[in-house]
Nanobody, 127 residues
C-alpha cells in the first residue's frame, strides 16, 4: 500500500502560480500511474491531470490545458503539479491519486480508477 501526502497549496492572487507536490511512502512511486483531482465545496471531485508511471504520457482537463503541468521524479518518489495563470475558479482542495493498473482509453480521468489518494491540499485563488 502506498501513502500519499500533498503539499504546496495556499492563497494566491489571480494570475499567480503554485506548485503542488505529492510525496509517496510505503511503496515505490514508479509502480503507479498518478492523477490529480480537485474538489470545490459542494461539488464533485473532478479530474485535473494525470501522468503515466514512467512520465511518458500526460493528460489534462480542458480547463487547465496550457496552464498546468504535471511531472514526476520517481527517484524522489514525488509527483508535481505546476499551476500557472491561476483563476478564482481553480479554487478547490487538490488531491493526488495512485493507480497500479495499466490504463485503457480514458481511464485516467475517472475518480473510480484510482486506488489510493492523499488528504488533499487547499488552493485558494483570489480575484
Amino acid at each position: 500500500q502506498v501513502q500519499l501526502v500533498e503539499s504546496g497549496g495556499g492563497l494566491v492572487q489571480a494570475g499567480g502560480s503554485l506548485r503542488l507536490s505529492c510525496a509517496a511512502s510505503g511503496r515505490t512511486l514508479s509502480m503507479y500511474n498518478m492523477g490529480w483531482f480537485r474538489q470545490a465545496p459542494g461539488k464533485e471531485r473532478l479530474f485535473v491531470a494525470a501522468i503515466t508511471w514512467d512520465g511518458a504520457r500526460t493528460y489534462y482537463a480542458d480547463s487547465v490545458k496550457g496552464r498546468f503541468t504535471t511531472a514526476r521524479d520517481n527517484a524522489k518518489n514525488t509527483v508535481y503539479l505546476q499551476m500557472n495563470s491561476l483563476r478564482p475558479e481553480d479554487t478547490a482542495v487538490y488531491y493526488c491519486e495512485a493507480d497500479r493498473n495499466a490504463w485503457s482509453g480514458a481511464d485516467y480521468d475517472r475518480v473510480g480508477t484510482y486506488e489510493y489518494w492523499g488528504q488533499g491540499t487547499q488552493v485558494t485563488v483570489s480575484s
